[in-house]
């Protein structure tokens, strides 16, 4: 009789393929994940090397997240030397930070050694700086130098995201010293796009890409093919603008430079993708008012990061709810008000979401500016009158049929046009407002719309029902 370790280890291959691993939605195999399971109970190193260690680090990434806290711990430090690091910057922060905290640093130290300097540097970044400077410590002094200087700059800046492994030559070389140099040279990168021309002093002179040099006779110097680069990277740059460098002008990769024009590093293409995934979950995340939470997070640090725009929320709230105290006895004689109310605020309130959803996009991307706002401005203003009045005719039509009045009907269509417009004005307005004065848009913009629609909403359908039926 087979057990159920047996059994699971018949149901996976020696050495998992990619259609082993994920199942028709993208999603770890229940079977797999069962497998390697039952591989970390039984501490089956051979098997766990066999399936795991042979896996793509965004493949053992997605593991990772897939696996329970005991069982992640358990599968690093059974797989030891053979465990990718690089898989850590496939997960989620508190992921990374549950295996890392629970590593020697030694065996830190020590893996760090073989990665990319962006990706040694994303996992050291969130560590204490006790532990950053044993593990830096036990580093050889070039290697700790490079990850100094990166982790000295600013966080999400190009010089945190940047490469320290390039390849760099003097003007005056030759082609055939070039190709030489990178045939017998040890430590290069192991790929890369192009080679950085530089002065004694590593101060950036220009760069050639290398099918220029695999098309150039042995005898060229470098300086006549070499060509200016006019997208270097300042290392303090924020790494969405560095991004957007790259999108505009369609790099692969880019020289990072100091403050002095001296090359420091390269950013590439792979770490720009990250960078722009990274950003624009970021915006979405703040839009819903949720800052940097992720899935991994705690119950506790979940809600911490949600009470702050909650309470504002509140707050609103009670602003909203004293505008419709204030027509309390309207309310009282015509009952249907009541009914009708949400209808309007909550038309105006997704309207609002709708604008400030495209403007904060827009503005992270630098698509809107002083240049095209008030163009953008009056397209909204009309996108938000034409709605109204079409929702308004629908709305209108419905009350007066369900409560066979025209007169409410006509009231809560001219609610309906004057909320919708606001609601798109509120929608540009605020973002732009608030971008103007330096506070992050994704941030604060949803509270504040909200609130305006609310209000609005509330006093316009009430102040048009007590003006037409003459209550005060």
Do not use: C
Request: no cysteine; glycine share 6%; aromatic share 8%.
């Amino acid at each position: 009789m087979q057990s159920g370790n047996e059994q699971a280890a018949e149901d996976a291959p020696a050495h998992a393929e990619h259609s082993d691993i994920y199942d028709d939605d993208g999603v770890v195999r229940a079977s797999f994940l069962a497998h390697i399971g039952a591989a970390i109970a039984d501490r089956d190193t051979l098997t766990l090397k066999g399936d795991v260690a042979s896996l793509h680090e965004s493949e053992l990434g997605d593991l990772l997240e897939a696996l329970q806290p005991d069982q992640r711990r358990s599968l690093v430090e059974l797989l030891g030397a053979d465990f990718d690091f690089s898989a850590l910057t496939e997960v989620d922060e508190a992921i990374r930070l549950d295996i890392v905290e629970n590593l020697p640093n030694e065996q830190i130290a020590q893996a760090v050694q073989e990665l990319d300097s962006d990706d040694a540097v994303y996992i050291l970044e969130d560590l204490d700086q006790e532990d950053q400077d044993e593990i830096l410590a036990q580093l050889p002094f070039t290697e700790r130098i490079r990850l100094r200087r990166s982790l000295d700059y600013p966080e999400e800046s190009a010089g945190r995201r940047m490469q320290t492994e390039f390849v760099a030559v003097p003007p005056f070389w030759t082609v055939g010293q070039t190709i030489d140099y990178m045939r017998e040279d040890k430590d290069l990168p192991d790929s890369f796009s192009q080679i950085f021309v530089i002065d004694p002093t590593f101060k950036l002179l220009g760069a050639v890409h290398l099918d220029q040099i695999l098309r150039t006779k042995r005898a060229v110097k470098v300086e006549d093919i070499m060509h200016e680069t006019r997208h270097a990277i300042p290392a303090t740059m924020d790494q969405e603008e560095a991004a957007r460098e790259f999108e505009q002008y369609d790099l692969l990769s880019a020289a990072v430079v100091d403050e002095n024009e001296r090359l420091v590093g390269v950013l590439t293409i792979d770490d720009v993708v990250d960078v722009i995934q990274q950003e624009a979950e970021e915006d979405l995340m703040r839009l819903g008012g949720v800052g940097d939470e992720e899935l991994s997070d705690t119950i506790l640090a979940a809600s911490r990061s949600r009470v702050p725009w909650l309470l504002v929320n509140l707050f609103t709230a009670f602003l909203a709810a004293s505008v419709i105290g204030l027509f309390d006895h309207t309310i009282e004689r015509v009952v249907a008000l009541a009914v009708l109310m949400p209808i309007v605020a909550g038309m105006g309130g997704n309207a609002a979401s709708q604008t400030m959803t495209v403007t904060v996009r827009a503005l992270a991307t630098k698509d809107l500016d002083i240049y095209n706002a008030w163009r953008i401005i009056r397209r909204e203003m009309g996108v938000g009158f034409i709605n109204g009045i079409i929702f308004a005719m629908l709305i209108g039509t419905v009350a007066a049929t369900w409560f066979s009045d025209p007169y409410l009907g006509g009231i809560i269509a001219g609610a309906m046009v004057i909320n919708m417009f606001v609601a798109a004005l509120a929608g540009i307005l605020i973002p732009l407002v608030l971008d103007r004065y330096g506070i992050d848009p994704a941030v604060a913009s949803a509270v504040f719309v909200t609130a305006v629609t609310d209000v609005v909403g509330f006093f316009a359908f009430l102040g048009l029902a007590s003006w037409w039926f003459g209550f005060s």
